[in-house]
């Protein structure tokens, strides 16, 4: 047992699992003593078939333990597509083989068995387990979350990337997978993950796979070691070359959601309850017994930063930054009246959050820079005002939770309009709405924006005071921070 004492730690050789279950005291003990048991021959019966496992996948010839033949099922579909080998479904394979274990020694509320980032969950009716994803291990930090509940059909995530313990073809830092099992998401996100590429790129260092592991399984083949910095258009380029080959996965109901990150950048394929999304077609929801809403389709962003220096006046001591970022998502509700819309609020959240989190990065980095805030949507001309009020939640959370204990409401604004409407975007002081040397707007738009079934929403912040401020009032520096007023 690890010293917190619930979870257990086994590890033999290359595999290292973290468990725990969730249930009765005795139900949980059982289930550890069973997962050990059964951990004890798994690695010899993986050695005995290793030949087998690391030889092109075959659907003539199939292994015979369980593990192994867990390991083939996943890679079965890619196949006589691609050169693919059991090895790519290895550590989910094994994660579901003790699971499998688990659940069969005892009834547990929730368990969740992590080979190393591959990770087979279980969740009973109305329980639920919520995953953190990284994309660089050398530099661990959240950049999403994903909720996982009993009805959502997920048995397992995985994540592939070049920076991960295994190598990859592709220049993916990290590719998330969810599926119906961890070793159908662990195959998955190797196929995705090498698909996110741009091949002869000279920014992309690689080495033959035996050069630096002499047994690889991947023989020869390039795999990458290093990536230099891109620009925006080939980070675009590698993540939708990804991104198209997680929603064909998608289409044949081989995965129900994907994440893709590249230097800072993310895009998203699925449905589940909580992923971040990106699709430019919505998957049936209801085919795969999912509750959703529809997806969230992202057809363009555009991030602005403006850097005051003077109003006419003196030069300011300090410039101030105002920044925007837009998101031009597709409306599923325009051109007809839907009663119940407000679920998709919901679902705009991780976008608000990768919103929030690219508009301050665009001001410098700092979540401590930021002084004033504000939001707003255009919403085009086949939908309704109240489609853009959908923005008010995701969008003011989105905000308060990458800025911290910002206490004031966010501001905001709405209207109906067609490609290049501008909106004027009030911004008030992140944590006391009556600070008058922030009252501050800033004019957003863009050109092609929104089509009639589409919404523009837009996140806004700034750095500090107007430039050249000076009619009094409540001050920052004297800001209460009770009521997020004074």
Same mark, same amino acid.
């Given at each position: ?122 969740? =009973? ?37 070049? !920076? ?29 993950? &090498? ?30 070691? =290093? ?49 971040? !999304? ?5 998957? &049936? ?38 920044? =925007? ?12 009246? /839907? ?70 409401? /966010? ?19 992140? &944590? ?55």
């Amino acid at each position: 047992m690890l010293p917190d004492g619930r979870r257990l730690h086994l590890q033999d050789g290359p595999i290292d699992l973290v468990i725990q279950a969730f249930g009765e005291a005795t139900a949980v003990a059982k289930t550890y003593r069973a997962a050990a048991e059964r951990f004890c021959d798994l690695l010899d019966e993986l050695c005995a078939e290793l030949a087998l496992l690391r030889a092109p996948a075959d659907l003539l010839r199939r292994p015979t333990g369980p593990v192994a033949r867990r390991m083939h099922g996943a890679v079965a579909p890619y196949a006589e597509e691609i050169f693919i080998t059991a090895m790519a479904a290895v550590a989910g394979a094994v994660a579901d083989e003790i699971l499998a274990t688990m659940n069969g020694a005892a009834d547990l509320d929730r368990a969740f068995v992590n080979n190393g980032g591959d990770i087979a969950v279980h969740c =009973a009716p109305g329980r639920r387990l919520v995953a953190g994803m990284i994309d660089r291990p050398d530099r661990p930090s959240l950049y999403a979350r994903v909720k996982i509940g009993g009805a959502d059909g997920v048995g397992g995530l995985a994540t592939s990337g070049w !920076r991960g313990r295994s190598f990859s073809l592709g220049i993916a830092d990290a590719v998330t997978v969810l599926a119906g099992d961890a070793a159908a998401a662990d195959a998955a996100a190797t196929v995705i993950a &090498n698909a996110v590429d741009l091949p002869g790129n000279p920014a992309i260092h690689r080495a033959p796979a035996n050069s630096i592991q002499i047994d690889s399984d991947l023989g020869d083949r390039p795999v990458t070691r =290093a990536v230099d910095a891109l620009d925006q258009a080939d980070k675009n380029a590698a993540l939708e070359a990804g991104l198209r080959r997680a929603e064909a996965l998608l289409g044949r109901g081989l995965i129900l959601g994907a994440a893709l990150r590249l230097q800072g950048e993310t895009l998203a394929a699925g449905a589940c309850s909580g992923f971040p !999304r990106y699709a430019p077609h919505p998957p &049936n929801c209801k085919a795969r017994g999912l509750p959703c809403m529809p997806d969230v389709i992202i057809r363009k962003r555009l991030v602005s930063v403006e850097e005051i220096f003077h109003e006419g006046g003196p030069l300011a001591a300090k410039p101030l930054k105002r920044g =925007a970022i837009v998101a031009v998502i597709k409306n599923p509700f325009a051109g007809r009246y /839907v009663e119940e819309i407000a679920g998709f609020m919901r679902d705009l959240e991780p976008l608000g959050l990768a919103m929030a989190r690219a508009l301050v990065a665009a001001l410098g980095g700092d979540p401590g820079a930021v002084q004033g805030y504000g939001k707003g949507a255009i919403v085009g001309q086949a939908g309704e005002i109240e489609h853009g009020a959908l923005w008010h939640v995701p969008g003011g959370y989105a905000m308060r939770e990458i800025l911290g204990d910002a206490k004031a409401i /966010v501001p905001s604004t709405k209207k109906v309009g067609g490609p290049g409407t501008r909106l004027d975007i009030p911004v008030t002081h992140i &944590n006391a709405s009556y600070v008058r040397s922030h009252f501050d707007a800033m004019e957003v738009g863009v050109s092609d924006a929104p089509r009639a079934d589409e919404i523009a929403l837009a996140l806004v912040m700034t750095t500090g005071a107007r430039v050249h401020e000076r009619l009094g009032g409540l001050r920052a520096a004297d800001i209460k921070g009770e009521d997020g007023l004074r």
